[in-house]
């Protein structure tokens, strides 16, 4: 099968709206004849998402497994996609970064009601690169940055009295100059074992389509609702 080269998906791209374009219609995915490529159908899926007037279409449950199998799940922001995974950013001293270093593997799921649709990622999981969490850092609010410095996320907390003190010590300890990225805060990504693309039908008989990777490329199964 060809190699397929993409550009990474940019949420800079697009906006979110008041309400979605009179008369919009997604495009329909052929499940019986379905596109060779999964990557490229994942960037139209989203971009559509991105017409609709939600808060964060690229929301997505994110489920882990720690080092005594016990599971869990929670709601993170993709950040990137292309060929080479799916991008997200977080504590990586947090319970799911905890997680992610013991069993490096995760499953990613991104659902949007108003499309009837949804998307499952499985696959392994590797940190993202010291410069490619600087350049996301950087981009965030300052605000932000000064929280990731000043939450230990997942630890037990006093009160909420704690954490805004340590939000103003942090604010005073780079006062006027930049907020560098903290060495425990980064990225990671989900390679693409495995991708399955879900449609809704209003009888419950939806249209499910798994790609799975190979040596030799994508293969395709039309699975039953």
Do not use: C
């Not at 995915?29 to 990557?39: C, I, K, L, R, T």
């Not at 960037?43 to 199998?69: I, K, V």
């Not at 995974?85 to 990586?92: D, I, L, Q, S």
């Amino acid at each position: 099968m060809a190699d397929h080269t993409h550009t990474p998906f940019s949420f800079l791209e697009f906006a979110p709206v008041a309400a979605a374009p009179l008369g919009f219609k997604p495009t329909a995915m052929n499940f019986d004849q379905p596109p060779a490529d999964p990557v490229a159908e994942v960037h139209r899926w989203l971009a559509e998402a991105f017409q609709l007037p939600m808060g964060s279409p690229n929301a997505m449950s994110l489920a882990t497994l720690d080092a005594n199998g016990a599971p869990s799940v929670r709601t993170v922001l993709l950040k990137g996609f292309d060929e080479h995974g799916a991008v997200f950013f977080t504590n990586r001293l947090s319970r799911k970064g905890r997680a992610l270093t013991a069993q490096p593997r995760a499953a990613l799921l991104l659902f949007w009601d108003q499309l009837g649709r949804q998307i499952q990622i499985e696959g392994s999981v590797t940190p993202t690169s010291d410069a490619h969490s600087d350049a996301y850092f950087a981009t965030r609010p300052r605000a932000s940055r000064i929280g990731a410095w000043a939450s230990d996320q997942s630890e037990p907390a006093a009160d909420r009295a704690a954490l805004d003190g340590r939000v103003r010590a942090i604010e005073a300890r780079f006062a006027g100059v930049e907020v560098p990225r903290p060495p425990h805060w980064g990225g990671y990504r989900v390679a693409l074992g495995s991708i399955e693309f879900w449609q809704a039908d209003p009888f419950r008989l939806h249209d499910r389509i798994v790609y799975k990777r190979s040596s030799r490329g994508w293969n395709i199964t039309r699975l039953f609702p």
